[in-house]
């Protein structure tokens, strides 16, 4: 079954500690992307990647990291989780760059910073 | 760059009543247009999308949505809503490599 898959699903942590959110897909796409959902403000890019080794940041980068070491893994680094990055986070993933693909979202990963 | 309004954040309806959730953008250049729904702790999927041709596009539970280029608008429609419709909204658009998403229209339907 095509997916895109996260870990974990729920998390609740404090201030300053490192922690990592994994998104894999099986569909062979080459962009990936991380989203936060916060209410009233919809989706907002946090940083996206055209392929392998190839990434960017989106509207909203301060305080994440990403790395894209292999084509179906893009995790999501927070180095320093403060309260203010707690959100629901999507990752996203679509075949191709200059075509117009619809994105595939994982199931998201609720996360609290207290 | 491109940037999105959803006029309504919550929309409440009643079971087979129509409904009609509003969705505005701008953009310099041309667009691609999506709307995506998101059930209760689920993540989004794809409703329909306009990628060029007719400009009404529909979905396979009964939505549908008109491409304006004049108004620049692509409003959703049913023209009657059952209680599984209950879900967030989310219009979206394209140009370029570049998407974002409106705010969501939380659509609630009473029965």
């Known amino acids: 079954e095509a997916q895109v898959t996260q870990n974990p699903r729920y998390l609740i942590t404090v201030t300053g500690k490192k922690l990592t959110v994994t998104c894999s897909q099986n569909?062979?796409?080459?962009?990936m992307s991380w989203y936060r959902q916060d209410p009233g403000l919809g989706l907002r890019q946090i940083y996206y990647?055209?392929?392998?080794?190839?990434?960017d940041k989106g509207d909203v980068p301060e305080g994440y990291k990403v790395s894209r070491k292999e084509k179906r893994n893009f995790p999501l680094i927070l180095e320093s989780p403060s309260p203010n990055q707690t959100s629901l986070y999507f990752c996203?993933?679509?075949?191709?760059?200059?075509?117009?693909?619809?994105?595939?979202f994982g199931p998201g990963t609720r996360l609290t910073v207290t | 760059a491109q940037s999105v309004t959803q006029l309504d954040s919550q929309v409440p309806v009643f079971e087979e009543a129509p409904v009609e959730l509003r969705c505005n953008y701008s953009?310099?250049?041309?667009?691609?247009l999506f709307w995506y729904v998101q059930y209760p702790n689920q993540g989004l999927q794809l409703l329909l999308k306009?990628?060029?041709?007719?400009?009404l596009v529909e979905s396979i539970n009964g939505f549908e949505a008109e491409f304006n280029k004049s108004q620049t608008s692509f409003h959703l429609r049913k023209p009657s809503v059952h209680i599984s419709d209950t879900a967030e909204y989310f219009c979206?658009?394209?140009?370029?490599?570049?998407?974002?998403f409106g705010a969501g229209t939380r659509l609630t339907v009473k029965p």
């Open positions: 306009y990628l060029s041709g007719s400009t």
């Open positions: 953009s310099s250049v041309s667009v691609y």
């Open positions: 979206a658009v394209r140009g370029g490599n570049d998407m974002r």
């Open positions: 990647s055209m392929n392998v080794e190839v990434t």
């Open positions: 569909m062979n796409h080459e962009y």
């Open positions: 996203a993933s679509r075949e191709g760059t200059n075509r117009v693909y619809e994105q595939y």
